[in-house]
């Protein structure tokens, strides 16, 4: 994923995004969702409008929250500060679910 990016900023922009996902990755391992979202998602499906930016960004942070509590949904809900019914209202309608 990281080799598939064209690195616009060129070594900079990589050295910063290696710091970013160490910083803020809880585990000791970064995974996929440690990668932000402008680099895992293909060109061709970048947002373009406001609605679709907030989604992406919502979808990644709901997605990283529940990475981090295996996917338990009162415990991603608390780190969202948000009630935990409104966190499955959310994940439906971004089309979020576990693939088992």
């Known amino acids: 994923?990281?080799?598939r990016y064209a690195w616009p900023g060129n070594v900079r922009e990589l050295r910063n995004t290696i710091e970013r996902m160490a910083i803020l990755t809880p585990e000791h391992l970064i995974s996929r969702e440690s990668v932000p979202v402008e680099i895992r998602t293909p060109p061709s499906s970048i947002p373009t409008g406001l609605q679709e930016t907030r989604d992406?960004?919502?979808?990644?942070?709901?997605?990283?929250?529940?990475?981090?509590?295996?996917?338990?949904?009162?415990?991603?809900?608390?780190l969202l500060g948000i009630e935990r019914t409104n966190l499955h209202k959310r994940m439906r309608a971004l089309g979020l679910s576990r693939k088992k």
Not at 57 to 64: F, P
């Open 1 to 3: 994923m990281l080799e």
């Open 56 to 78: 992406a960004a919502e979808l990644d942070r709901i997605g990283r929250a529940l990475g981090q509590t295996d996917w338990n949904v009162s415990g991603a809900a608390r």
